[in-house]
Nanobody
């Protein structure tokens, strides 16, 4: 089993930056591909970013390209999402997830999920 706990969410102003963290415990963290998703009220869960086991490959959803950066520190069993130039449209609950195989852009490809952390961007 893998347990994931997100942290770092909060209330920020448009244009500000925020870094989310996801701490993992359980099975070997470095063997999992990791992803971030978000869900705003009344909307479907949206793919944000994913990172490979080694951290050498990343992929981002179109709405966050150029603004968000996903990274991981396997020694700390932690994955991060650095969010810059935040916009009101980024307001959502953000979830981290883990997959034991190479995931695509769909949430069902991820096996384990955190509880989510809320990000609210005011204008």
């Amino acid at each position: 089993q893998v347990q994931l706990v997100e942290s770092g969410g909060g209330l920020v102003q448009a244009g500000d930056s925020l870094r989310l963290s996801c701490a993992a415990s359980g099975r070997t963290f470095s063997r999992y591909n990791m992803g971030w998703f978000r869900q705003a009220p009344g909307k479907e869960r949206e793919f944000v970013a994913t990172i490979s086991w080694s951290g050498g490959s990343t992929y981002y959803g179109d709405s966050v390209k150029g603004r968000f950066t996903i990274s991981r520190d396997n020694a700390k069993n932690t994955v991060y999402l650095q969010m810059n130039s935040l916009k009101a449209e980024d307001t959502a609950v953000y979830y981290c997830a883990a997959a034991s195989t190479s995931p695509g852009l769909r949430s069902y490809e991820y096996e384990y999920w955190g509880q989510g952390t809320q990000v609210t961007v005011s204008t």
